[in-house]
């Protein structure tokens, strides 16, 4: 082959694999770009952001809404937090479900549905994760985004070799400088994610939040799932909510222990370093077992995976699972009944500080109606007042 020919080979190679990046990218700067509306309800009574906490998180990708709604009459305050991990999309349907519906009686409820927005705009292309998934309404489908669990590389890096957690310098995992369950407390001047942690700490701070609860998803294999998260602070409304949704409910929810010495978790350091009970709630997630089949939208949805159903016949996974799956709407209901028991206990523990909600429903209630039956059309609502997650 002459010179010129092997030239020209090589700018056609070139363009080529320059064309292939470019297609790959489309659908990436879609997904980081998307915006879901988001339909606040009669209890909304102003939207925050977090960083009116932190000043320096404006205008990054990192900042998110905090929907405030506030009760005719004054009470106790709660915080429900989603996305944290934003690969974990249950807690998101049901922050979406609570500011689109909920009504405060008495007390102030704060929700941040997108609580790491920036991992909400990231994905996990080597498990082949979809872009999006939806749930069906009686006006047509939600779609969502699916995120990953840390925030995108775009906002925070490069990541150390290993993280230092501050303040008690336990060594994480490098990757774990973009996890937002393992950067609390935080710090305000620390890497982009500690911000955003500090900013949440600073909304418990000062607005003396009573209760935090912070929804998840945990593999079925893994222990620590179908749970409660709870320090010794909280333990004791924590066992109560648990013997309560089984009772009342007939689902299990048991609750583990918030180990001491395992740092930059939300239900271990939102408890010492404020005058707050943490929750943290895992829902069962069979999506994110590893030996499962292909990470389809379906699998998000259903949970069904003929692998998992052979190693519950083996007894190796820590939930009861059957043909069945582990559908959303079971996850999404059992974040609604658990938060909301939790509330009510703790309104009875201390009545001066009352949380009342009303017009949220139950675990039966969406495994009878479907998440999408609480989720409302936002071309029928006022345009100024939509908001985007
Ligand atoms: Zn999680």
């Not at 900013?199 to 079925?220: F, N, Q, S, Y």
Request: proline share 9%.
């Amino acid at each position: 082959m002459t010179d010129r020919r092997i030239g020209a080979l090589k700018i056609a190679l070139a363009a080529a694999a320059a064309a292939i990046a470019a297609l790959g990218a489309v659908p990436l700067y879609r997904h980081r770009h998307d915006r879901v509306p988001i339909v606040p309800g009669p209890g909304v009574t102003s939207v925050l952001r977090l960083s009116d906490y932190v000043p320096s998180l404006k205008g990054s990708m990192a900042d998110t809404d905090v929907f405030v709604l506030a009760g005719a009459k004054p009470g106790g305050k709660a915080l429900i937090m989603a996305n944290t991990h934003a690969n974990e999309p249950a807690g998101l349907l049901t922050a979406f479900l609570l500011v689109e519906n909920a009504v405060v009686e008495e007390g102030t409820l704060y929700v941040i549905p997108t609580f790491n927005a920036s991992a909400g705009r990231n994905t996990k292309p080597g498990d082949g994760y979809p872009l999006y998934f939806s749930i069906p309404t009686s006006w047509g489908a939600k779609r969502f985004r699916l995120g990953n669990r840390d925030a995108s590389p775009l906002e925070q890096w490069p990541d150390p070799d290993v993280y230092i957690h501050y303040p008690e310098r336990q060594m994480l995992s490098y990757l774990d400088v973009r996890n937002t369950n393992r950067t609390w407390p935080g710090r305000p001047d620390g890497p982009l994610m500690e911000r955003v942690t500090y900013a949440a700490m600073e909304l418990l701070r000062r607005e003396k939040i009573d209760v935090a609860i912070d929804m998840h998803g945990a593999e079925t294999m893994f222990p620590v799932t179908n749970c409660i998260v709870a320090p010794t602070k909280s333990s004791k409304i924590a066992t109560l909510v648990s013997m309560t949704v089984k009772a009342m409910e007939g689902f299990d929810n048991h609750v583990e222990p918030s180990p001491g010495n395992f740092r930059g978790l939300s239900h271990r350091e939102i408890g010492d370093f404020a005058d707050t009970m943490p929750f943290l709630l895992e829902a069962p997630i069979p999506f994110l077992d590893q030996p499962t089949g292909p990470k389809t939208e379906k699998l998000l949805l259903d949970g069904r995976d003929p692998f998992l159903l052979g190693l519950a016949r083996a007894h190796k996974l820590f939930v009861p699972y059957d043909a069945a799956g582990w559908p959303m709407d079971k996850r999404v209901g059992q974040h609604c009944s658990v938060s909301l028991e939790i509330l009510r206990q703790f309104t009875k523990k201390y009545p001066e500080k009352a949380i009342r909600l009303s017009a949220v429903p139950r675990y039966a209630e969406l495994v009878a109606n479907g998440t999408g039956r609480y989720l409302h059309d936002p071309a029928q609502a006022d345009p100024k007042a939509l908001r985007y997650e």
